[in-house]
């Protein structure tokens, strides 16, 4: 297991800092007093608060086994205890009573008094993961004609699902993922994924900022919003188109016999555009079949719970050269399918789950 240095412990007790100034603000309405923030060794929970100490405690394991992504949702998980404690003086209530429920519904915050946030699921979603288990699978076929038969009912059983659920109504578990690994710089070809989930797979999307605590450094990380079947799909499409784009650029470059760092991002762009090419050319089959997405307004309730101050801003694109071109070409060739790998966030994506 990774273990901190005291100065990576000390930058990442500054980024808890900042972070919870942020989310006093954006969340709590600036209604909250800083409290002492400290880091524990307990095993049998991830955080804490201590009302008559006035402290947040926060489990060092979330730095180095579970991410920052996690860390955040503890560090809200115990901002809303003290809420409850300093602001509302609710005293007559169980740690996760109803005053407490309220605050984190109204604020997206999970209130589970235990446990790492998920979204819940049912018995009904573990039916149509299954069906498009089913269905991924055929999409292997070596029969071209077959696989994309069979990737594109896949893909109008998700729409067809999606559609009934919102028209049901109705309460719905939402939760959220991040996605791949916290990076620096976010170039065009994770954007451009980042648009295809937001745009066919059901899901909110948000680049958030994360601290890299083994590196001591600033990141983003691709968050994406949804009930737990969706973030599940997402969260595999994402691996999926991942590693495909990277082997179709290795492929490509012993071809051609290019290996400059701005084909490869070029190349990967392009393989994103093209895949995104082949899905709208479903959607308008989709349509004419009457299957016509128009959202899902509780998710974007959530989603603007979760993120009540959103900075929009818009990325000229460089599309020019043949990497780009050749990659687009390749990525209308991609047929979604099962089998790329198995494995824990970070490595090779799992397909979908089994029954649970």
């Known amino acids: 297991m990774n273990e901190l240095s005291i100065q990576l412990e000390r930058l990442a007790l500054r980024a808890v800092r900042r972070t919870y100034d942020d989310l006093n603000g954006t969340l709590f309405g600036w209604k909250l007093r800083a409290p002492s923030i400290e880091l524990a060794d307990a095993e049998s929970r991830l955080g804490r608060w201590n009302g008559p100490l006035r402290t947040i405690e926060i489990s060092r394991k979330l730095f180095t086994e579970h991410g920052w992504g996690v860390l955040i949702e503890v560090l809200k998980h115990e901002m809303a205890h003290q809420f409850v404690d300093e602001v509302l003086r609710v005293h007559d209530e169980p740690d996760h009573g109803p005053a407490y429920q309220k605050v984190c519904a109204e604020r997206g915050i999970d209130g589970r008094a235990a446990g790492l946030p998920l979204a819940p699921g049912g018995a009904e979603e573990e039916q149509v993961l299954s069906r498009i288990q089913k269905l991924l699978a055929l999409a292997e076929s070596k029969n071209e004609h077959e696989a994309q038969a069979a990737a594109s009912a896949a893909q109008r059983l998700m729409l067809k699902y999606n559609i009934e659920s919102v028209l049901r109504g109705g309460a719905h578990a939402y939760g959220y993922k991040h996605l791949g690994k916290p990076s620096g710089?976010?170039?065009a070809s994770p954007r451009l994924l980042a648009s295809i989930l937001s745009d066919f797979y059901f899901v909110e999307v948000i680049w958030v900022p994360v601290w890299r605590p083994l590196e001591g450094k600033r990141g983003s990380v691709l968050e994406v919003c949804g009930t737990r079947h969706n973030l599940e799909l997402?969260?595999?499409?994402?691996?999926?188109?991942?590693?495909?784009?990277e082997r179709l650029w290795r492929e490509y470059k012993k071809k051609e016999g290019v290996g400059a760092a701005h084909n490869h991002e070029a190349y990967l762009a392009g393989v994103m555009a093209g895949f995104r090419d082949r899905l709208e050319r479903e959607r308008e089959r989709s349509k004419?079949?009457?299957l016509v997405w128009v959202g899902d307004g509780e998710l974007h309730d959530f989603y603007r719970a979760r993120h009540p101050s959103i900075r929009w801003t818009r990325i000229a694109a460089r599309r020019v050269g043949d990497a780009y071109t050749r990659g687009r070409e390749a990525g209308r060739g991609i047929v979604l399918h099962r089998g790329v790998g198995s494995g824990a966030a970070g490595g090779p994506p799992?397909?979908?789950?089994?029954?649970?």
């Open 185 to 187: 710089r976010i170039g």
């Open 234 to 245: 997402a969260e595999y499409v994402y691996a999926f188109l991942t590693q495909t784009a």
């Open 288 to 290: 004419s079949e009457g």
């Open 350 to 356: 799992r397909l979908l789950p089994g029954k649970r």
